[in-house]
């Protein structure tokens, strides 16, 4: 069964830089692509950054530049560092993987940045 665990996230002050980080109790091989999502209070679930099987690396435009999607594959992670922190990206931060249609969501980790 797939499971993806989020850790990572916290309260910083704004230009302030955290790293998210999923472990995958399974190869993360097998999925089409691994991406974070988020989600403020009162808004929709968004897609911040992508890093699909072979592919390559997609960013939400409110987040080039400051932030960065990895993977280890070894360790079954894929990370997210956050640089730059602004106040407007304090959300809920979840991990997302695709495999052939089939979504899978992790438990969410809270990001908080203050100004």
């Known amino acids: 069964q797939v499971q993806l665990v989020e850790s990572g996230g916290g309260l910083v002050q704004a230009g302030e830089s955290l790293r998210l980080s999923c472990a995958a109790s399974?190869?993360?091989?097998?999925?089409?692509?691994v991406a974070w999502f988020r989600q403020a209070p009162g808004n929709q679930r968004e897609l911040v950054a992508t890093?699909?099987?072979?592919?390559?690396?997609n960013y939400a435009d409110s987040v080039k530049g400051r932030f960065t999607i990895s993977r280890d594959i070894a360790k079954r992670t894929v990370s997210l560092q956050m640089n730059s922190l602004k106040p407007e990206d304090t959300a809920v931060y979840y991990c997302?993987?695709?495999?052939?249609?089939?979504?899978?969501w992790g438990q969410g980790t809270q990001v908080t940045v203050s100004s």
């Open positions: 997302n993987a695709d495999r052939y249609g089939n979504d899978y």
């Open positions: 399974v190869n993360i091989l097998i999925f089409n692509s």
């Open positions: 890093i699909p099987n072979g592919g390559r690396t």
